[in-house]
């Protein structure tokens, strides 16, 4: 057991990380509780690219809403750069990507990315001015024509969204996250819904965007390819109880191509990655099935 010394320097706010702290999560919806997670420790660096994965059930989404501050956890705490995850929802310094990309479909492709911006213009300023004059507005970010441009929606930004494919759909939620300059960025699945190559596409023109203004993503996936490819780390998650089970840095050089798919680095990631999942998979598993 931790000294009480121990949990007082545990508990000493980062400005450099986001903490998830032995966090746990029981819903008692029905007559038997469900545990989503148990006891979940994660610590995520300021401009890293984060992806969790595993087995449907294993609580990924759970732990994004919890760190979204949509939730809170039974046990555990959950701390954004020094903040509540609650204070840094309140100060919009969370962006969320969803499946469904929510655009409001009576604006053009440039006005459903500027709208948030001028919702919330008070909590933005607030936000600025928190962060300091050491912290730069990101140039990319801060044009919402370029940004649109950079993820190849530069000759839709008068269209609407009833004349969009789902892949530009999509890469129009992620310039409006983008556009707001969020201290962190949370996807769940946003690719999942597309086709494989407007999936491949838009993973690039995410990295490429993302290269440039290294905002803090953490990134729900059922694809370990795309985990690899996209993360520098790669959080694995079992289930029943929903808890990691096992953390994998993705050594990959950076800035990356598809060209890397065939190479032998990253066939040796995804290898990992696929041994922890398959041993998060047997965990659930009932045992006269493995």
Request: include cysteine; aromatic fraction near 4%; proline fraction near 5%.
């Amino acid at each position: 057991m931790a000294s009480t010394a121990e949990r007082e320097v545990a508990a000493v706010p980062d400005a450099s990380h986001i903490l998830v702290r032995s966090a746990g999560k029981t819903y008692r919806d029905g007559e038997q509780p469900t545990v989503a997670l148990a006891d979940v420790d994660l610590s995520v660096p300021r401009g890293r690219f984060v992806s969790v994965i595993g087995p449907s059930g294993c609580g990924k989404s759970t732990l994004l809403r919890l760190v979204a501050g949509l939730e809170e956890p039974d046990t555990g705490d959950v701390s954004i750069f020094g903040a509540t995850a609650q204070q840094a929802s309140a100060a919009k310094s969370i962006g969320f990507v969803p499946q469904v990309p929510a655009l409001l479909p009576w604006l053009s492709v440039l006005d459903n990315v500027r709208v948030l911006d001028k919702v919330n213009r008070r909590a933005g300023r607030r936000r600025r001015e928190a962060a300091g004059a050491a912290t730069e507005r990101c140039e990319l970010a801060g044009d919402p024509v370029q940004l649109l441009t950079r993820l190849g929606l530069g000759d839709a930004l008068a269209q609407r969204p009833g004349q969009l494919s789902g892949g530009m759909k999509q890469r129009t939620a992620i310039a409006r996250a983008f556009a707001l300059q969020p201290d962190v960025l949370l996807m769940d699945e946003p690719f999942s819904a597309l086709d494989e190559f407007t999936r491949e596409a838009v993973q690039l023109q995410l990295l490429d965007v993302w290269h440039e203004t290294r905002t803090t993503v953490l990134f729900v996936t059922h694809s370990v390819t795309e985990a690899v490819l996209l993360s520098d780390t790669v959080v694995v998650m079992a289930a029943r109880p929903g808890r990691i089970a096992a953390v994998l840095d993705i050594g990959l050089e950076r800035p990356r191509r598809h060209g890397h798919l065939d190479s032998d680095a990253m066939h040796a990631c995804e290898h990992a990655v696929r041994a922890h999942l398959e041993q998060a998979w047997t965990d659930v598993l009932p045992r006269d099935l493995v």
